[in-house]
């Protein structure tokens, strides 16, 4: 289960990625318990307050479940936390809850308008926040993140590793004090091969989700523009209520 170091990579991050690593690759399944936090220490060789910083992260993401009493669980049919989506990932084949793996991370300093701009105003430049994410028989899928880099200083510092399967929008709270109050999403269908697909690495035959949200404070004020781009014949969109615009 251990994951192997990397120069630069926390104790923390190590210890997220091996138990998200044994998650994706069927060693944990859904629904079956995680070690207890003092065996974890023993088999990731960290200390109990990084096994425990690591499970909250998982938690933030969905990927497990913690109830006081009942120890750690690999999620299985709870639904995903609204504080990463509004919407569940169900699998087209067999009709089940997916849990998504990020397996790639990059962050771009890009000038280009688009609607991120047309959300956020005019800026100089944007912090461009790309992630593939991966499913047990799924197709990958991408997303894009944009940000007014001058609201988040030094957030794309260090290493990008440091941010897999982490929900970054609770570090937006807790390090910036940007509160997300809402967001507003529209879902569109739009043919595969374009260069935006190509670069998250999203490759498919059919159709695509592209899924725009606009997250805002409580003030209205905007905080982030998010794409999503997800093949449609491998997932299917479960919203919660009130989650989304009609499409364009």
């Known amino acids: 289960m251990v994951e192997a170091s990397k120069p630069g990579r926390t104790k923390r991050t190590a210890a997220r990625l091996a138990l998200s690593a044994a998650m994706r690759d069927g060693t944990l399944k859904p629904g079956d318990m995680l070690p207890a936090e003092t065996e974890l220490t023993s088999i990731l060789g960290v200390s109990l307050g990084t096994v425990q910083a690591a499970l909250r992260q998982l938690q933030e993401i969905g990927a497990i479940v913690r109830r006081r009493g009942d120890g750690s669980r690999v999620a299985s049919t709870e639904p995903l936390t609204a504080s990463v989506w509004h919407f569940r990932f169900i699998s087209r ?14 962050f771009s300093d890009i000038d280009a308008p688009g609607l991120w701009s047309d959300f956020l105003g005019e800026k100089p430049r944007f912090l461009r926040i790309s992630r593939r994410y991966s499913a047990p028989g799924c197709s990958a899928f991408g997303a894009d993140m944009y940000l007014d880099p001058g609201l988040v200083p030094g957030l794309a510092d260090g290493d990008p590793d440091e941010w897999k399967m982490v929900n970054i929008r609770t570090q937006l709270e807790s390090r910036y004090n940007l509160v ?14 374009g260069a935006d697909t190509e670069r998250l690495g999203v490759r498919t035959d059919g159709p695509i989700y592209q899924i725009n949200a606009e997250t805002f404070g409580p003030m209205r004020q905007p905080i ?21 615009s009609q499409g364009r």
Do not use: C, K
């Open 93 to 106: 084949r067999d009709r089940r809850p997916i849990h998504p793996a990020s397996e790639m991370i990059e």
């Open 180 to 193: 997300v109050a809402g967001t507003i999403q529209s879902v569109d269908l739009i043919a595969s091969g």
């Open 224 to 244: 982030y523009f998010q794409r999503l781009f997800v093949p449609a014949n491998d997932y299917v969109l479960s919203f919660s209520s009130g989650a989304v």
